[in-house]
Each structure stands twice: as C-alpha cells, then as structure tokens.
C-alpha cells in the first residue's frame, strides 16, 4: 500500500452501497477512486461541509446519474429530450446539483436542454 494511503472500513446503508456500486459499474472506476474524490470536495482539516452552498456546484452526467440514482443512459436521454435541465457541450453533459435537486422536489419547470441542431434527441 501506498505510503500516503491509509485503510478506512466503513458500514453504508445498503442504499448507498448499492448507488457505489452502481456508480463503480457506470464509470468502470475504483471504489477507492470514487470515494477519495466525492470526500475531497466535502472534507478539510478539521472541517466537514454537508450542505451543499449556493447550488453552482457542476456534475457530470455521470454524478448527476448517481444523485439521482438513475442509469447515465436514461439520465442522457431525458436530458436530451429537455426533461432535466442541464447543458450539453458536444458530447459531454453537464448539471447543476441544485437545478436537479430542485427539479426533483418538483419546485420549478427544466429548463430546456441545449440541443444541436438537427439532432433528434
């Protein structure tokens, strides 16, 4: 083992274990990967933040797919067809944790997605 790696042994609700694994299998990364770096935007010596700030806080399609707890593909395709606000640049998605979040609690209308012309969704 690396000498700047230690062993953490932690018990998940099935739920979330069951969304790692979900994410492992969409993203062919390693839990450990994974793990480090959804803590290494919450954690700091000595300090922890849960709440998430002022909501312009980006996620890939494949963070916004874990979220939601949803597979990326049918996240893809709803955000195509203008169902999940999000943006589209080139092939790649991006999305706001808090318009997901707010889209979810029903609290406001998607926004379009930006789609390229002549694309059927």
Do not use: Y
């Not at 312009?56 to 067809?81: G, N």
């Amino acid at each position: 083992m690396p000498e700047d790696r230690v062993p953490l042994f932690v018990r998940l609700p099935r739920e979330q274990a069951a969304a790692l694994d979900r994410l492992v299998d969409s993203t062919g990364r390693r839990k450990q990967h994974l793990v480090s770096e959804l803590l290494a935007d919450q954690l700091a010596v000595g300090h922890i933040e849960l709440a998430h700030g002022d909501g312009e806080e980006v996620l890939t399609l494949e963070e916004a797919a874990a979220l939601l707890r949803l597979p990326a593909q049918t996240l893809r395709t709803s955000a195509r067809a203008g169902d999940l606000p999000g943006r589209a640049f080139g092939e790649q998605w991006r999305f706001s944790r808090t318009a997901l979040l707010a889209w979810l609690a029903g609290e406001e209308a998607p926004q379009p997605a930006n789609r390229h012309e002549g694309e059927d969704g």
